[in-house]
C-alpha cells in the first residue's frame, strides 16, 4: 500500500511542475488555460470553513465595539469549531494514510454531493471547450497580451517599497512572501511548504475579500484596504 501511495505521490508532483511549466508559457491558447484552471479551482478550497471565517470577523467585530462578553463567548465557539475540525482532520489524515487517493475517490462515486461536484465540472468543461472550438479567434487578442511581460507593482509605506509581480493565480503565494508579510499578513512554515495563515482578508467596508494578487493590487488602488500603504506599477 506504502509503495502505491509513493508512485501516486511522485506522478503528482511531475504532473503539478510539469503543468506550472506549462501554463507560465504562451504555447496555449488561453481558452485552454482558462478551462484548466478552471479544473483546478473546482478541487481547490479554502482550508477554512465558512462558519470559522464568519466567527473570526465577529470576533473582529465584537472586539471594535469593545464587547467583551460578546467577544469571549464568540471565542468559545471559534475554539469548539476549531477542535472539531482538527479532529476530522486528523481522521481524515488516518484515512489517507491507509488508502490510496484514488480508492478514496471511488468509494465517493455514488455519493450525491460528489456527483454534483464532478458532473457539475463535467458539465463547465463540456460547455468551455464547446465556445473555445466554436469561436477559435475570440481569444486572440488575449494570446497577444499573454506575451507580455507579467506586470509588477511596487508597494510602498514609511519609506519602505517591496515589490509585487501579477503572477499566474496558480502561483503560490509564499513566492511572494516578503511583499505579503509587508502588508501584515503571516505565514506558517519556511520555504516551499510555507502556508498563510489566513486566505481573506477585510477591507474597509468590513467585508471579506479573497486573498489574491489581483485582489490586493486592486484594493491598494482603489483604496479599499490597506490604509498607509501606496501602489504603483513598476
Known amino acids: 500500500m506504502s509503495d ?24 496555449h491558447v ?28 465577529a470576533i473582529r467585530q465584537a472586539h471594535d465595539a469593545f464587547d467583551d462578553d460578546q467577544a469571549y463567548d464568540l471565542m468559545g465557539q471559534l475554539k469548539q469549531l476549531k477542535d472539531a475540525e482538527a479532529a476530522d482532520n486528523a481522521a481524515l489524515e488516518d484515512l489517507s494514510s491507509k488508502f490510496s487517493i484514488s480508492r478514496i475517490l471511488s468509494s465517493f462515486k455514488d455519493d450525491p454531493e460528489f456527483q454534483e461536484l464532478v458532473y457539475g465540472l463535467a458539465l463547465k468543461v463540456l ?35 517591496v515589490t509585487l509581480p501579477l503572477r499566474t493565480p496558480r502561483s503560490k503565494l509564499n513566492v511572494d512572501r516578503e511583499a505579503l508579510e509587508f502588508l501584515g499578513f503571516s505565514f506558517v512554515g519556511e520555504g516551499d511548504e510555507a502556508e498563510l495563515e489566513s486566505e481573506t482578508f477585510v477591507d474597509n467596508a468590513g467585508a471579506e475579500q ?6 490586493i493590487v486592486t484594493a491598494l488602488q482603489q483604496q479599499t484596504a490597506f ?7 513598476q
Not at 33 to 45: G, P, Q, R, W
Not at 127 to 153: D, L
Request: charged fraction near 25%; charge should be positive; aromatic fraction near 4%.
Open 4 to 27: 502505491s501511495r509513493t508512485e501516486e505521490s511522485v506522478v503528482t508532483l511531475q504532473s503539478k511542475a510539469e503543468y506550472e511549466n506549462a501554463i507560465n508559457l504562451s504555447q
Open 30 to 57: 488561453p481558452a485552454a488555460k482558462n478551462i484548466s484552471e478552471m479544473v483546478l479551482d473546482a478541487f481547490h478550497t479554502s482550508k477554512e470553513s465558512d462558519q470559522i471565517r464568519e466567527l473570526r470577523i
Open 127 to 161: 460547455n468551455q471547450t464547446h465556445q473555445a472550438i466554436s469561436n477559435p479567434s475570440a481569444g486572440k487578442g488575449k494570446a497577444a497580451r499573454a506575451k507580455k511581460e507579467v506586470e509588477v507593482f511596487v508597494i510602498s509605506k514609511d519609506g519602505i517599497s
Open 210 to 215: 479573497p486573498l489574491t494578487r489581483k485582489s
Open 227 to 233: 490604509d498607509g500603504y501606496s501602489i504603483a506599477q
